[in-house]
Every structure is written in C-alpha cells, then in structure tokens.
C-alpha cells in the first residue's frame, strides 16, 4: 500500500463517529460556510438559558462613519435623492431618541416596587431593543445595498445597552443569588470534576461573577461583529486541493508553487515541515479564524460543526478535550449528585478522564510556534494559555482583552479548585501556567496601561469606564467619575448619556447601595436642565422630584420661568403637584426671582414706557392665579409689584399689574379664612395695600379722565364774520348763540366732572384707618413672612407715599385752578396740616413750601375776584 493510499485511509477513518458521542455529526445543523465568520446566526439556546445578553455595540468613538465617496458610483440624480432621505432619516432617528426620555419615564411610573427593580431594567433593555430595531431598519432602507453610516446616539444607545445588562447579570447575582445561597458546607475529596466545579461556582461568587462577565463578553461579541469574512471552503472534504494535486501528479492545471505534503493526516504538515497548496493555505488560515470567533462567541458546538463540515474532525475533537470528567457509577459522586443508580446498568461516563494530560499538550500546543496564530488562541483559551490569546486579541479591542484575561483566570480557578479536591493525582502545569493568576484590579491596571493606544484609549471611554466600576462593585468611585464627568466643562455629556446616568444613580439608590448623594443629585439636576431644554413638564417634575427640596425649587423654578403660556402654566403646575413637588412654594420663588431681576439692557427706556422685562415681571404673577388658596400670596406679590412700578412713575405698567389679580380675591381670602377677623397680618396687610393701590389708579384714571374733558372736550369759538350781508350775519349769531350753548353746558359738566376727579384723588388723601398705605394695627398677629421683609416693605410704602401725596395735592390745586374752584384749593392746606393724618411729614421743605406758594395763588385769584382770600364764598368744605 502506497503512502497516499495509506493516509487516504487514515482520513476515512477519522471521520468515523466518536463511541461517546464527542462528534455527533448528524445530530448537529450544519452551517454554510458561505456564512459571516464574525457572528452570523443566534446564540444557541443553551447559551440563552445561561445568559441571554445579545447585544448590538457600536464603535466606541461617538460619531458618525462613513464610507469614502470613491467607493460610491450612485449618479448625481441618485446622490441627491440618497442625501435628503439621509438628512429625513436623521431628523427621524433624533426624534426616536429623543422618545426615549418619555418611555424611560413610562417604564419607572409602571414599576414603582422596589422589589421590581430587576424587572425595571429587562423594560428599559427591551425599550432600548426596540428603539434600536426601529433605528436600524429606518437606516438601512436608505442604505442603498451599501453599508449604512452608524450615526453617535445610535451607537450611544447600544452601548447602554450593554452596560445594562451587564448591571442586570451582575447585581441580580449579587443581591439576589447570594442572598438565597444558604451556607455550603466544605466539600471532601470526591472522584468528579464536574461536581467540584458545580460546588465551586454555587459557593464562590466571585467565579460566578466572572463566568457572568465572560457570557456577557461573548454575547455581546456576537452580536457587535457582522463583517464577511469570506469563503474558506464549500465541500466536507479536508485540503481537496492538496488532495487533488496528489492524486493527480502532473496533471493539475492550477498547482501549488512550492513543494507540498506528502501525506494527509493531520500532522503531516508539521512532521514534514511542508506546506499544503497555496490555496489550501488560505482556506486553512480562513477557517483557523472563524473557529477561533466561534470560540470568542462561546459557541464551542458551532465550531465544531463547522470543523466536522470542512473535513477535519480531528479539530472538534480536539475542542472536546477541556470537558470536566465526571463517572455518574461512582458512588460517592451518585450520592452527591442526588441521582439513584439503576441496579445492573452502568452509565455513560461524561467528559475527559485524562483531562491533564489533554491540558498539558494542549499548553504545549498554544505554545508551539509551528501552530497558526489563531489555531494557538483556540486552544489556548482551553486551557489557560494568556500570552496566546493577547497575541491575537492585543490588536483587537477593549472587551477582546478583558475576556482573555477573565476566560485565564476562571481556567486557573477551577484547576486550582479541581487539584485540591480531586482524589485523584494531576500531572503538573507549567510555573507560567499558574503565575498568570490576577485580580479584576490588575486587569483593568493593565487595561489601562496597555501598550495598543485603541485599547489604552478606550479603558477612558465613557461606557468602559462605568463597567468597570460595575465590576468591581465600586460605586464610591464610580460617583467620583460621574463627578469629575460634571465639572469639566469640556467633556461631551450628551443628552443621552445624561439619560442613562441618572437612570443609574436612581438605580443605585433604590437597591441600597451606599453613594455620594451630592453627587447622584449633580447628576440628575443635570438631567433635569437638559429636560428643561424639551419642555415636556411631566418628565421635568417626575425627575424634579427626586432631587433635594432646595434643588426642587431652583431647578422646577427654572423650569417655569420658560413657560409662558396659561394653559401651558397651568398643566406644568398640575404634574408638580402630581409628583409632590412643595407648588406654592415653587411659585413664590420664581415670581419673586423674576419680579427681583433687574434689567441688563443698554437701552434705557423712556419714563412710563413698559419694556419686556416689565412686561415679563407682570406675566409672572399668573403662576400664582390658579389655585384658591394662593391669593394671599399673589396680593403680596402684586403689591410689591406695583410699589415698584409706581416708584418709577410708570403708571401704566402698575395698572397691568393691578389689573392681573382677579376681581374675587379679597372675597376668595376671606374665604379661605372663614370671616375678616380671622385674617393673618399678611393678608389683611395686602387687603388694604391692594385697595390703596386700587384707590390711586382710579383717582388717576379719574384726573386723566378730567384732562382729557378739559382740554378736548371744550368747544371752540367761532370765528366772527363782518359783513353787510344779512343772511351771513344771522349765520354768524347763530353760531355764536350755539358756542355759547355749548360752552355753558361744558362748564356744566366740566364742574361734575372736576367733583367725580376732586373726590377720586381726595380717597387718597383721606384714605380710611390710617391713612393710604399704612398698615392697620394687627394686635398681635404673627406671621411667617421675614421681619426684614415687613421692614424694606415699609420703608418702600413710606416712600411711595413721599412720592405720591405731594402729587395727588397739586394735581388737585390743578384741577381747582382750571375750573376756577379757588376756594377749593385754599382747604387743601387744612388737609395737609391736619394732625389727624399728617400728611405734612411726608414733605420735604422744598415740596411743602411749592404747595404753598400754589395755595397763596388761589387765595390771590380770590382777591382779584373780590371774594375773601382765606375762604372763599363756599365757606368750608364738609
């Protein structure tokens, strides 16, 4: 028998099937080979019931890629039409994010039970899922058979995505696996691995938290890779070209360039130290990576399919080696296991019963320099082999290396567990073997530090930076970094990512955990700002609400100072009350912050105008209309209001301000009160301010009123014709007649006028009680308004009436000169210096002695007019 003909039989026998079922080929589904070697297909269902976290992770730079316009042969017709549905496409796809504030919100509203929290974070992965979807079927119908641009909130959201289920698979363990794992007892020397190990990951939790990691890892991998990676072969055949070239010697039109094996066992290519053919070669090398991807993705079962359908089944064979031996007829390991034995039947024994010696060589193999690259990688992520793995991953990415490190050091756990507990004696692993022990923290130190300036990069990466900390269960330093995010002014915190933060800090909060609260606030009214910016008013309270009642104030006070609108006031009112936030005193806050600020324009406005500012300050007293038992407060602030107005002469601003509180005020508080005598200071306090100011602007009103009679109102005299002409002359009486008519009865009403006009501005000087604007005796009340507040409010009261009772006397002494009431004027210097009010110390010299120059010119017109000069011929006014 020829050499060929020997190894062709050495072939066929390899494929015959494995006695213990190792390589079931018919069982298994046979993948094409045409299929993506970088995650096409699902994670089998095993894999599922272990850890389901499929995910779809973009790049870690958060922006938009591109492919190079080169590469594009679209026409112009067709490039212009690509670019407006990209740019709809866009504005759609913000839009979809954007709803995510709102379906978050929906989902924390529906689960409101602390004892959902985990059932809160599969909702917000399954809304997350379906924004993506949406996304990602949206984008790719504008793709035009090429592959689409991954725009920065897209590939945000996948990477949130991912951190929440690796929060949900860590802390579901933490809090409630541990919590139901009761105290396990030592366990003693036993004949089977795979009950040391079942024990060991039942009684360690940081293994499981590791083996949790590493399904995440694979998961994700999955889901994350979707390049081709091309065709390495389309027949159950193992090196067809090698074979067929060896067959057919001298024949192959196609042959290889160098000199090729002789034989075809598996090892012929390292015994002979000769090559396959060319194209053999680059198969191999096609095959060797996606085995090797299978791996990365845990689906240990679809790279041994994929081995036994490319001809090789000495390579699944080899996948089986790492099994955990387990002999179900031991008795001890029955009993253990819980399991009865049936009498006379002997059961099939699981694993690999030399599974050291398979270690051994398969280290050897991971070490071997004759051994491809990623065949190296393959078997090293078996059997613990680190410098294999980092060889090829070292280049990769971020979640490549952790996974490395993480799959060596459950490798080196469970060794370490199994020789310690194992009756049974192991051949020894190499020093190197066991020195490549470590802790999550020297991972991530060398995550960090590593020499790949992408992955030494990308352990800074928002996203990585926040599992890390999930990890090693630091959330102290995980606040620390959400702190640092904060202050620094030049670090892009988008909305989303805003989002997310704050979704986690409430998530921190509701399981208990122990963080900075000032900073989880920092966080949030961040969030809320952001919120502001949307002006939806049930997300911006909901939020609100979870922040300090300080910071409640300020940032829902913010929030409102952006509404103008009344019916818009009066829902965003609504869900503060909804979610609990202290309204009046919201409220308050702003009207008074607004009513306080003070105008920046260059522009100074002319006396009586009313700029935006003012116009602003008398809209903000609507927030305080809605609800009943606010009136108090909106008379209070009204009043402030209008001093501040009247104080700078601008009338007609103060009458827009008077004219915002309702008619039924007064009645509404004494209402809430039950009678007047129950008032608080306040109240009653603001009652009699508000109808002083009432008294003012309609004794305003009234002398603009007589003004505007006097002087528009009074009839003109004709002009006096002389002519011979009768007709003409007749005319000219008549008209004279009708002049004088007229004038006389403008006289007439010009004097009821000037009455309805004198005792309009005298309600002021003889205002009721006190006077006008001096607060009545309280008799003791107590208040909860500042006492400094009572005092600058006097002293603004005592001003205003500095200001304006000089004024009310000589527009009086006006309207009496001009409609010839001199007598009139001569009683206004009794009011002044009567005791009773003392309306004289609100003059200074100067204004006292300019009234009573006016009044000694009326006493003057008397005498002119033959009439007393100290009284006149009314006598006194009653």
């Not at 009204?638 to 039924?664: G, T």
């Not at 500042?786 to 009310?808: G, T, Y």
Request: charge should be negative.
């Amino acid at each position: 028998m020829s050499q060929l003909e020997r190894s062709l039989l050495l072939l066929d026998e390899s494929v015959v099937k494995s006695k213990r079922g190792l390589l079931r080929a018919k069982d298994r589904e046979l993948r094409s080979p045409h299929q993506s070697l970088l995650g096409a297909g699902e994670p089998n269902e095993s894999t599922n019931a272990e850890f389901d976290v499929s995910l779809t992770v973009g790049p870690h730079e958060l922006r938009s890629f591109m492919f190079d316009s080169q590469q594009n042969n679209l026409s112009a017709s067709r490039l212009s039409l690509a670019g407006s549905q990209i740019s709809t496409t866009g504005l759609n796809v913000k839009h979809r994010t954007e709803a995510l504030f709102g379906q978050f919100l929906e989902v924390l509203q529906r689960r409101n039970s602390e004892a959902e929290v985990f059932e809160t974070v599969e909702d917000l992965i399954e809304t997350l899922d379906e924004v993506l979807n949406g996304i990602d079927k949206m984008m790719s119908q504008t793709a035009f058979g090429k592959q689409r641009k991954v725009l920065a909130d897209e590939t945000w959201l996948n990477v949130e995505r991912d951190t929440w289920k690796l929060l949900f698979a860590l802390y579901k363990d933490r809090l409630v696996v541990q919590k139901e794992d009761a105290e396990m007892d030592d366990l003693p020397l036993v004949n089977s691995e795979r009950a040391i190990v079942e024990h060991l990951y039942a009684a360690n939790a940081n293994l499981r938290e590791y083996q949790l990691i590493v399904d995440w890892l694979e998961q994700t991998a999955l889901e994350q890779n979707r390049m081709q990676i091309g065709h390495f072969t389309d027949r159950t055949i193992a090196w067809e070209n090698t074979l067929h070239q060896l067959q057919n010697v001298g024949l192959t039109a196609f042959g290889s360039t160098r000199e090729i094996v002789k034989s075809l066992d598996p090892d012929a290519p390292v015994r002979e130290r000769r090559p396959l053919h060319d194209l053999d070669v680059e198969d191999q090398a096609r095959l060797s990576r996606q085995i090797f991807q299978e791996v990365r993705f845990g689906r240990i079962e679809e790279a041994q399919n994929l081995c036994e359908h490319s001809g090789q089944p000495w390579k699944a064979a080899i996948l089986e080696g790492w099994r955990l031996h387990h002999d179900p007829n031991y008795e001890p390991a029955a009993a253990t296991s819980g399991k009865a034995l049936t009498v006379g039947v002997k059961q099939a024994i699981e694993g690999n019963p030399r599974r050291d010696l398979w270690k051994k060589f398969a280290w050897k193999m991971a070490e071997s320099r004759a051994v491809d690259d990623y065949t190296r990688a393959t078997i090293g992520s078996f059997c613990g082999n680190l410098d294999s793995l980092l060889g090829i991953l070292g280049d990769h990415n971020w979640t490549d290396v952790l996974w490395a490190y993480l799959k060596t050091q459950i490798d080196i756990r469970v060794e370490s567990e199994i020789r310690s507990h194992c009756v049974k004696s192991y051949l020894p692993m190499p020093e190197k073997y066991w020195n490549s022990k470590m802790s999550l923290e020297q991972i991530f130190e060398e995550l960090e530090a590593h020499k790949n300036i992408r992955i030494k990069t990308a352990a800074r990466d928002v996203d990585r930076v926040i599992q890390k900390y999930l990890i090693l269960d630091d959330i102290p330093e995980l606040m620390r970094q959400f702190d640092a995010w904060l202050s620094d002014s030049s670090f892009p915190l988008t909305a989303q990512m805003l989002r997310f933060l704050t979704h986690l800090v409430l998530f921190i909060r509701q399981i208990g955990k122990q963080c900075q609260e000032d900073i989880g606030d920092k966080v949030i009214k961040r969030y809320v700002e952001c919120l502001i910016k949307h002006g939806d008013a049930q997300l911006v309270a909901f939020y609100t609400a979870a922040l300090p009642t300080d910071l409640q104030l300020l940032m829902y006070s913010s929030f409102l100072e952006t509404i103008t609108e009344t019916q818009a006031r009066k829902r965003v009112l609504e869900e503060a009350y909804n979610f609990g936030l202290d309204v009046p005193a919201i409220t308050v806050y702003t009207v008074e912050k607004i009513r306080n600020r003070e105008d920046e324009s260059d522009v100074k406005p002319q006396e009586g105008d009313i700029t935006p500012l003012d116009q602003i300050k008398i809209s903000s007293l609507e927030w305080l209309i809605f609800y009943p038992d606010q009136r108090g407060e909106l008379l209070w602030q009204a009043n402030s209001l209008v001093r501040a107005f009247l104080a700078k002469r601008n009338v007609e601003a103060a009458r827009k301000a008077f004219a915002v509180v309702p008619v039924d005020t007064i009645q509404q508080i004494i209402n809430n009160y039950g009678s007047k005598d129950d008032l608080p200071r306040k109240e009653e306090a603001s009652i009699k301010e508000y109808l002083c100011h009432q008294t003012y602007l309609a004794a305003i009103d009234g002398y603009n009123d007589w003004v505007e009679y006097y002087y528009n109102m009074k009839p003109k005299a004709p002009q006096l014709v002389k002519s011979n002409n009768f007709t003409e002359r007749v005319a000219s009486e008549h008209r004279e007649q009708t002049y004088r008519m007229d004038l006389e009865r403008w006289h007439s009403q010009l004097q009821e006028q000037t009455t309805v006009t004198r005792d309009l501005l005298y309600n002021i000087l003889l205002f009721p009680e006190k006077g006008w604007l001096i607060d009545p005796d309280f008799d003791g009340k107590e208040d909860g308004q500042e006492e400094e507040d009572w005092l600058n409010r006097a002293v603004q009261m005592e001003n205003l009436r500095k200001l304006c009772i000089p004024d009310v006397v000589l527009l009086l002494h006006q309207i009496f000169t001009l409609s010839g009431r001199y007598s009139e004027s001569l009683q206004l210097a009794d009011v002044i210096s009567s005791e009773q009010r003392q309306l004289y110390s609100v003059y200074s010299k100067y204004k006292l002695a300019e009234v009573m120059t006016k009044i000694a010119e009326s006493s003057l017109a008397l005498m002119n007019e033959k009439l007393d000069p100290f009284v006149g011929d009314e006598g006194k006014k009653k």
